[in-house]
C-alpha cells in the first residue's frame, strides 16, 4: 500500500466515525428504529438486538440509501450541517460515498497484509482494495456483501461486510436479477445500479432467510419474495 492510499485510508476512517457519530444522535433514533425494521425485514413481534458497534453495514445503508421519497438523505444532511467545517478531501469522500451501493463480489485473490482482488458479480467490475483483517484463509469466489467506496484508482471497503460460501452464487443473484426484472415489468425503468441503490436491502432479506433455513423448495422462495416485496411497501 503507497503511503498516499494509506494517509486517504486513514482521513477516510476519521470521517467514517463522524459519519456513524452523526446517525445515532438522539433526534434520528426513532427513524433508525424504524428504518431497522425494514433493513432486517423484521415483522410484528420479530426480536432484534440492535448492537451499534456491530451494525456498521446497517447503519452506513441508513446514511446513504436510506432516503425520504425526494431522495434526501441523512448524508445530505450531515453535509449541510458541516458545510463549513469539511476539508475539501473530507466533501469529495461524502459525495463518493453517496454514490455506493450494496452490492455482491467474488473475492479471486488475498494477498495478506497488502491487498484483496473483488469481481463484482453484477456486472463483471474488477476492483482492487485494501486487504482486510480474517480474509487472509478465504478461497477463491467466497462471495462477500458489502459496499465499495472508489476514490480515483484507490478503492475501500465501506461498513463491513458479510462473507458467503461460494455456492449461494447463483440463488442470491437470480433473486436479485429477478426483483430486478419485475420492478422493471412494473414500470418503474431504471438502471440496475439505481435499482440497486433503493433495494439494497433486499439481498440482506435473501442473506437471513438462507441462513435461518427459509427456503426449502422453489415454491417457498417465490412466495418468500412476494411477502418480503409487500413487507417493503408497508414499511417505507
Not at 425494514?38 to 456491530?54: K, M, Q, S
Request: aromatic fraction near 12%; include cysteine.
Amino acid at each position: 500500500m503507497t503511503q498516499q492510499t494509506e494517509s486517504l485510508k486513514k482521513l477516510f476512517g476519521e470521517l467514517y466515525a463522524k459519519l456513524m457519530s452523526f446517525v445515532l444522535e438522539q433526534e434520528f433514533l426513532q427513524d433508525l428504529g424504524e428504518s431497522l425494521e425494514v433493513f432486517y425485514n423484521l415483522h410484528e413481534g420479530d426480536e432484534y438486538e440492535f448492537i451499534p458497534t456491530e451494525e456498521f453495514m446497517f447503519l452506513t445503508w441508513f446514511l446513504l440509501d436510506d432516503t425520504t421519497p425526494d431522495g434526501y438523505s441523512l448524508m445530505d444532511e450531515f453535509l449541510k450541517r458541516n458545510a463549513d467545517n469539511l476539508s475539501l478531501t473530507e466533501t469529495q469522500i461524502c459525495k463518493a460515498l453517496k454514490e455506493t451501493t450494496l452490492s455482491l463480489y467474488q473475492i479471486k485473490k488475498v494477498v495478506p497484509g497488502e491487498s484483496m482482488s473483488l469481481r463484482d458479480v453484477f456486472t463483471g467490475e474488477n476492483i482492487q482494495t485494501p486487504e482486510t483483517t480474517g480474509t487472509e484463509d478465504l478461497t477463491t469466489d467466497t462471495l462477500l456483501f458489502t459496499r465499495v467506496l472508489k476514490l480515483g484508482e484507490t478503492s475501500f471497503l465501506v461498513g463491513a461486510g458479510i462473507f458467503l460460501d461460494s455456492s449461494v452464487t447463483e440463488p442470491l443473484t437470480k433473486y436479485i436479477t429477478d426483483q430486478f426484472q419485475e420492478c422493471c415489468e412494473s414500470g418503474n425503468h431504471m438502471s440496475f445500479k439505481d435499482f440497486l441503490k433503493g433495494n439494497g436491502e433486499m439481498i440482506n432479506w435473501w442473506i437471513r432467510a438462507y441462513e435461518s433455513g427459509e427456503f426449502s423448495s422453489d415454491e417457498d422462495d417465490e412466495e418468500e419474495n412476494d411477502d418480503n416485496n409487500d413487507d417493503k411497501e408497508d414499511k417505507k
